[in-house]
């Protein structure tokens, strides 16, 4: 008789064969609703982007962040700092003299224009 697994452990599995998901992909995916894929994720640690308005999820274990606390996957950017509010402040607050928008998108790799 096969063992009926949780959904965290499915949850897990997910991410055994992709390393991203969007939280419309990963609730399809499960059949279970958004609130509670949010919740699993929850429990297992999770980071969402700071690109793409936090639209993709990873789960912590996932990420090999370089030495700004940063991660990316093909065109997705995940940030030990947070959001991308969170990620400019920490960023802006840490540096010894500020950062000008174009020094700041050398950084996070996110196009000049849309820190201005």
């Known amino acids: 008789m096969d063992e009926i697994q949780s959904p965290q452990g499915e949850l897990l599995q ?4 992709k390393k991203c998901y969007t939280i419309q992909e990963l609730s399809q995916s ?3 609703s958004l609130i509670s894929v949010r919740r699993f994720l929850k429990k297992l640690g999770y980071y969402s982007s700071f690109t793409h308005n936090s639209k993709w999820y990873t ?3 996932i990420p090999s962040f370089n ?3 940063l ?3 093909k065109d997705i950017g995940f940030s030990k700092h947070g959001n991308l509010n ?3 402040l920490y960023f802006v607050n840490t540096s010894e003299r500020g950062l000008t928008a174009k020094e700041l998108s050398s ?3 996110v196009p000049f224009v849309i820190l201005c």
Do not use: A, K, V
């Open 59 to 61: 789960l912590c274990s």
């Open 107 to 109: 950084i996070i790799l």
């Open 86 to 88: 969170q990620t400019i």
């Open 30 to 32: 499960l059949n279970y």
């Open 67 to 69: 030495e700004h606390g």
């Open 14 to 17: 997910l991410f055994d064969e």
């Open 71 to 73: 991660w990316f996957y």
